[in-house]
């Protein structure tokens, strides 16, 4: 009975879901930390996009992107799912603003096209290429999956 019990609270838990949290910390351009209701604090991977790490151009940029626009700030998340590393997938509002499509918008990321399918995503990438806006005035930007197997 009780690993039945424990089994439907992890189901419920990993479900998607839409929920509020405050953001207490920025990793990188496309992962936060956030604090809970319950004062629990969660780590947070942006769906559908890569950013630049830390050690590339415009990483830090990226990065202090995603500070301005939420931190400290109550957000809205959307869960999508886990990542291999426990961190929650999502969409993450301020107000109505996505983060994850201003930070393509921006120029500040790559839609992650390898794990997700969103054509709003792609879409953006594409008008930022095309305006060379952000990392897309490089005229060769290493994607950060590049840049990662790279560093191996």
Known sequence: MKTL????????????????????????GDSIVVLLDDNTQLRVRLEGIDCPELQQEY???????TVA???????????????????????????DLCLNKELIRLGLAWHYAA???????????LEARKNKVGLWKQSDPLAPWDFRRKQK
């Open 5 to 28: 019990i424990l089994l439907l609270l992890f189901a419920l838990i990993s479900v998607p879901g839409s929920f509020k949290a405050k953001v207490i910390g920025v990793n990188s």
């Open 59 to 65: 990483g830090d940029s990226a990065k202090l992107a």
């Open 69 to 95: 626009f939420c931190f400290k700030k109550r957000v809205r998340i959307e869960k999508v799912g886990e990542d291999m590393y426990g961190r929650t997938l999502a969409f993450v509002y301020v107000d």
């Open 115 to 125: 794990y997700n399918a969103d054509t709003t995503l792609a879409q953006l990438e």
